[in-house]
Nanobody
């Protein structure tokens, strides 16, 4: 079992940057692949970025390629999402998730990101 707590959201102007953090409890964090998802008002939750358990492999949705960077620090049980060149359409609640055997079984409570245009 792992518990996830996101932080770092807020209000930022278009073109600005934010770094989201997701702190995980437990001693097995390094075994989990991690991901970020987001959900905008009235829309379904969508995938943003994924990082393997070791951090050696990353994947991004097209919407974030070249602007977002996912990373992790297994010593700190934390995964990050660096978001640059933010756009109003990036406004959403951002969630981190932990993956076991290919399924995202654990989710955080989310952190709100609002980008003003």
């Amino acid at each position: 079992q792992v518990q996830l707590v996101e932080s770092g959201g807020g209000l930022v102007q278009a073109g600005g940057s934010l770094r989201l953090s997701c702190a995980a409890s437990g001693r097995t964090f390094s075994r989990y692949a991690m991901a970020w998802f987001r959900q905008a008002p009235g829309k379904e939750r969508e995938f943003v970025a994924h990082i393997s358990s070791s951090g050696g492999n990353t994947y991004y949705a097209e919407s974030g390629k070249g602007r977002f960077t996912i990373s992790r620090d297994n010593a700190k049980n934390t995964v990050y999402l660096q978001m640059n060149s933010l756009k109003p359409e990036d406004t959403a609640v951002y969630y981190c998730a932990a993956s076991v055997l290919g399924s995202y079984n654990y989710w955080g409570q989310g952190t709100q990101v609002t980008v003003s245009g």
